[in-house]
């Protein structure tokens, strides 16, 4: 399949972009900085681009099978990826999320209560643009699945992860990053969550 990946020089990023290669898809890795992707191979393409360039994007997301989006906390950029994969027809958006973004599945979850409490305390813009990002990914009319984690953590994958709602008991707050990306390009090709926002833990 031919994958577009936004936020692809950022630690999960690269681990998205090198699983998918594995994997033998075609990864068009969209980049700011693209000399930190740091990643060589035939099926890889590179855009470099501003999530404010509009013609740069539309070329990264056109012919695609699907877009992963692992920026997060910029609402503008998302609302400009979701143009355009409405204007190329892409409409498979898989995008990551936080647990600061609550979802009417959740029951009350201190633990995750306290720590999108902190996050709004200590990096409000952060906060409040990824909860916006998510408003946008879930009013895009896209096939989306805005995959929410707490924390995110490195080491090796697991290949453990768990998948539900906050506050049931069923997800805990970590993943590594490593166990993220397999989640995430496992997402493409799954349609049980098209349409919802599971939170996922290791
Ligand atoms: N860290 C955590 O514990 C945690 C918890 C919950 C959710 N998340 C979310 O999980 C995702 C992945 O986290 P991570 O720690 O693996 O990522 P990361 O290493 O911080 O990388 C972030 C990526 O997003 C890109 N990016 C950030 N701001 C951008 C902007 N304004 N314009 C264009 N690109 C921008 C970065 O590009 P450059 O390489 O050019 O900087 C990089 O590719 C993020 O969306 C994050 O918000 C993280």
Known sequence: MRITVFGATGRTGRLLVAAALEEGHHVTAYARTPGK???????????????????????????????????????EGTRRIV???????TRRLVAISTCSVPDPADLPDLRVRALARFVRTVA??????????AGVVRASGL???????????????TGQVRTGHYGHGAVGMSIRRADLAAFLLGQVTDRTYVGAAPAISG
Not at 83 to 89: E, H, I, N
Not at 124 to 133: D, K, T, Y
Not at 143 to 157: F, I, K, N, Q, S
């Open 37 to 75: 992707l740091g990643i060589a191979h035939p099926d890889l393409s590179v855009v470099e681009g501003r999530l404010d360039d509009e013609e740069a994007l539309t070329r990264a997301v056109r012919g695609a099978d699907a877009v992963i989006e692992g920026v997060g906390s910029e609402s």
């Open 124 to 133: 409000p813009r952060p906060w409040s643009e990824v909860r916006a990002a």
């Open 143 to 157: 096939d989306w699945t805005l995959v929410r984690v707490a924390r995110l953590a490195d080491g090796p994958p």
């Open 83 to 89: 143009r355009a994969m409405a204007a190329t027809g």
